[in-house]
C-alpha cells in the first residue's frame, strides 16, 4: 500500500511558478512510475506527466516546454515545477503511482493522493 499526500498549490498571477510536490509512503518507491494529473471544474481528469522507474520522462503536449517532473528516490517523492503558468492551469492536481505491470501511459494508477488546488489568475 502507498499513500500520497501532495502539496505546494495556491494562488499565482499568469506567468507565475509553482512547485507541487508528492510525498510518498513506502519502501519500494523508486520501482513505481510516478505521474501528475489535473481535473479543472466540470472537465474530465488528465495526464500532466510521469516519470518513470527508469528516468524516462512523458508529458502532455499542454505543458511542454512549462512543465518539469522530477523525483527524488531517497525521499520518496515527486516534484512538478510549473513555469509560465496560464488561467487555463487552474485545476486540482493529482499525485499518482503506477506498479511496472500497468499500462501507464493509457493511465492505468495504482494509487491517487487527495489533490492540491493550483489556480491561475489572468
Known amino acids: 500500500q502507498v499513500q500520497l499526500v501532495e502539496s505546494g498549490g495556491g494562488l499565482v498571477q499568469a506567468g507565475g511558478s509553482l512547485r507541487l510536490s508528492c510525498a510518498a509512503s513506502g519502501r519500494t518507491f523508486s520501482s513505481y512510475a510516478m505521474g501528475w494529473f489535473r481535473q479543472a471544474p466540470g472537465k474530465e481528469r488528465e495526464f500532466v506527466a510521469v516519470?518513470?522507474?527508469?528516468?524516462?520522462?512523458y508529458y502532455a503536449d499542454s505543458v511542454k516546454g512549462r512543465f518539469t517532473i522530477s523525483r527524488d528516490n531517497a525521499k520518496n517523492t515527486v516534484y512538478l515545477q510549473m513555469n509560465s503558468l496560464k488561467p487555463e492551469d487552474t485545476a486540482v492536481y493529482y499525485c499518482?503511482?503506477?506498479?511496472?505491470?500497468?499500462?501507464?501511459?493509457?493511465?492505468?494508477?495504482?494509487?491517487w493522493g487527495q489533490g492540491t488546488q493550483v489556480t491561475v489568475s489572468s
Open positions: 516519470v518513470m522507474w527508469t528516468g524516462s520522462i
Open positions: 499518482a503511482a503506477a506498479e511496472q505491470t500497468r499500462r501507464i501511459l493509457r493511465g492505468e494508477y495504482d494509487y
